[in-house]
DNA sequence: GAGCACTGC
């Protein structure tokens, strides 16, 4: 079989081309057997001389594959000529010249030996993925080769020629093509925009009306878990027991993978996420029907918080969907959106490195001397507000100094390898004497998720056994601990619905990262801390992410820095009105709001904050309110800011602050005293909104009376609209406000309601009903269709109403917005808010 | 009233 892959019609141009030039550039889509074949030719060719070819992998599993598969090829032991090496996983031995590893290990490698001695070629292999550590050990591979090692050889591979962008980096560099093996996918677009339906039924449809037409398995791609069942329940409604209709996504437990990827008797149906685009294959899939869509995880540095949003996926990853069909015999591909949409989808994914969280990054290359980062050699550069993010978070943890150059700290900090937060909650774990469970912690965040989605009864066994502490991280570690006592004992663990693999890899990590505690000379003795010093180490690594719960009854937090989440349900932290959380999300829940959810929470209390970080704490208190002034004046923002306003108010009511605010010296919104101030604005803008854009409602506008009769209302202590209404004491309020509840659709989110035109609407916060203002705003981000501005708190979302259409939303952070919009909208307020001081 | 893609040191 190998014998006719495409690759060896390459051979000695690939050889020829090495000894013109040191970079070559090879375009060779997945199954034309470069993986395995390129290392070889290079090695038999003489090419590698007595060095040694590293080949880089994307995934663990395609590292120790390809290392088994070209041994055999080679008839030698794994680990002799032909090795891999994998995180805790190495086997290779001095002998070892074709070496398969992960792209982190090889980073981990540049950092310990810079010059990267004894290694003749580097294979950057599926490099079209663009991961993060890809991408900078290109860069500080080329960096290499420009400065110590002329001699080192750089063969990059990719499946698309994308290589515009690419090659003025490689340049001067040779390119190679070589063809697939795979059979001709027909490929069918939409005629028209779909219908307002949603994606599971468009879906399920041309499943079903193909199903006889096609002779093998089908494929259907979906975002997520969510749109997978719901796609699933609509098949069975259309095919019945015809065929079977199998998930797939990463959370399912292995078996139930395996029930998807392998050969079965009869025909079936799998509806899988992107798992299935890279990381799986299925073989006997003769046609996919592709939803277009997948939940796209980035970084907002403006925020510093990590969003999941649905997003359309690009030209690049569509082929690779639909080649899914085609690996065994010819197949046909349906896709839910049109070839106009298609046209002006991006032409490949979003690079990691202009997605994600570069703080890890940004550490390492400091160690590594690179002073300014501006001027460094990336393949594509990253957005210069994402690193300025990165050095001020790594310089909040002590990483780097004043002048950006890291310090003592950072270097320790870059032993572990772990977020940087994590490595700093290391350091911490030393003063505390609880490295043995930080090191558990940071280890069970590096695993996926070791509890997996259970039915409630399992939860609530999970919760009687696991619970009782006040931090999510003290449920995990308890739960790891039992499947240890239990031998990570499949059975056992798939009764509490614990990942009996992940909880392994968990146990192991932690060996390791006390392995790297014990090198540093950090304390690694077995002690059981109270629970309180194991927070602090949280703490140290996370304190920009400290939340105050708003009330008891709610799950709504205020975090610093003025943002604002939900607790998870299920949280341990629960009772705590204070915590800390290791993790913040940003999803997109079902009726498509995003939501900001915080999870990982562990509950805190205030003196340990005053205990620990007395300088914000001292100048929060003292600046924030003037009171020579009898007035709040403009501070930098600190740390605790927002919180520690909160705490006082709590502890002394109605103060100064109080007074301030309900004489309307401040700006309404700038303090939060119990949420009133909110609460009053937002009802304000709602019934003058509707009043605007529903002229037909005969909404008055809201005058200044009425406004102070529903702000005293809610100062009496009405939280929520039926309170409003139902008040009888002014009457003229209630009569503004009923009409607008007939066209509400949901009485749960009064915000949402019915166009007489019979479109749906939200409003989330409109400070722009103002057409001028908003003929900007959609010109600013170029939009078509009727617009609705909704402004949360951090982010402005905008509604899109296009005619048949389902609202779309998109999501801007403030940073642009603040520069380029908000100006106009501030004048707006102040005209209409005179008695209000603006800070 | 519950919410979350995929990898990897």
Known sequence: MSASLPIYDLDEEILA????????????????????????????????????????????????????????????????????????????????????????????????????????????????????????????????QASRRPDLRLVVMSATLETGSLMPHLAPAEVLRSEGRAFPVEIVHLPYEPRDEPVWESAADAAASHFEKTPGDILVFMPGAYEIQRTIRELQNRLGSRCRILPLHGELPAIEQDKAVGRSHGRKIIVSTNVAETSLTIDGVTLVVDSGLARIARHDPARGINTLFIEKISAASADQRAGRAGRTAPGMCIRLWTARDHSRRAL?????????????????????????????????PPEPVALARAESLLHDLGALAVDGVITPVGLRMLQFPVHPRYARMFLEAEACDCVREAALIAALTQTRSLLLRSDRKTEDERQEIF???????????????????????????????????????????????????????????????PEDRLARCILAGFADQVALRKAAGTLLCDIVHGRRGLLTRQSAAQDASLLVAAEITEIEGRDGDPKVLLGLATGIEEAWLREMFPDD????????????????????????????????????????????????????GALRLNGWDDA???????????????????????????????RLLVCEGATCYRDIKDASVLPHARSLLEPAQQHMVDRHAPERFELPSGRRAKIVYSESADPHLSARIQDFFGLDGELRIAQAR??????????????????????????????SIKNQLQRQYPRHEWI
């Open 17 to 144: 081309a090495l000894n013109r030039c040191p970079r070559l550039l090879l375009q060779a889509p997945t199954g034309s057997g470069k993986s395995t074949q390129v290392p070889q030719i290079l090695l038999d060719g003489g090419a590698l001389g007595n060095g040694r070819c590293i080949v880089l992998q994307p995934r663990r599993l395609a590292a120790r594959m390809l290392a088994k598969r070209v041994a055999e090829e080679r008839a030698c032991a794994l680990g002799g000529e032909v090795g891999y090496q994998i995180r805790l996983d190495n086997v290779s031995s001095r002998e070892t010249r074709i070496l398969y590893v992960t792209e982190g290990i090889l980073l981990r490698q540049m950092l310990a030996d810079p010059s990267l001695q004894g290694v003749s070629t580097i294979v950057f292999d599926e490099f079209h993925e663009r991961h993060l550590h890809g991408d900078i050990s290109l860069s500080r591979a080329l960096d290499l």
């Open 680 to 710: 009053v604005e937002q009802w304000i803008h709602r019934v003058n909104f509707l009043g605007r854009i529903c002229p037909d409602l005969g909404l008055p506008p809201l005058g200044e009376e009425e406004r102070e009769h529903i």
């Open 794 to 823: 951090h982010a402005l979302t905008l509604h899109i109403l296009a005619p048949s259409q389902r609202p779309v939303q998109v999501t801007r952070s403030l940073a642009t917005f603040w520069t380029e919009t908000y100006p």
């Open 467 to 529: 619970g009782g502490g006040t931090s999510d991280f003290s449920v995990l570690m308890r739960a790891l601990e039992w499947a240890r006592e239990r031998d990570f004992r499949m059975a056992d663990c798939r009764a509490l619905g614990i990942h009996a693999e992940s909880a392994r890899q968990a146990s192991r990590l932690q060996e390791q990262f006390l392995q790297i505690a014990r090198d540093l000379g950090l304390p690694t003795g077995a002690t059981s801390p």
């Open 348 to 380: 490949s994914e979003t690079p990691e490195i202009k997605r994600l969280d570069l703080a890890e990054t940004v550490l390492s290359l400091k160690a590594a001397g690179i002073r300014d980062l501006e001027s460094f050699r990336w393949i594509e």
């Open 617 to 668: 704490f001292q100048e929060s208190a003292e600046y924030l309110f003037d009171k020579s002034q009898n007035r709040v004046v403009q501070r930098r923002s600190r740390r605790f800011r927002d919180l520690v306003l909160e705490i006082r108010d709590r502890d002394a009511a109605p103060g100064p602050l109080a007074s301030a605010c309900l004489a309307g010296q401040v700006r309404i």
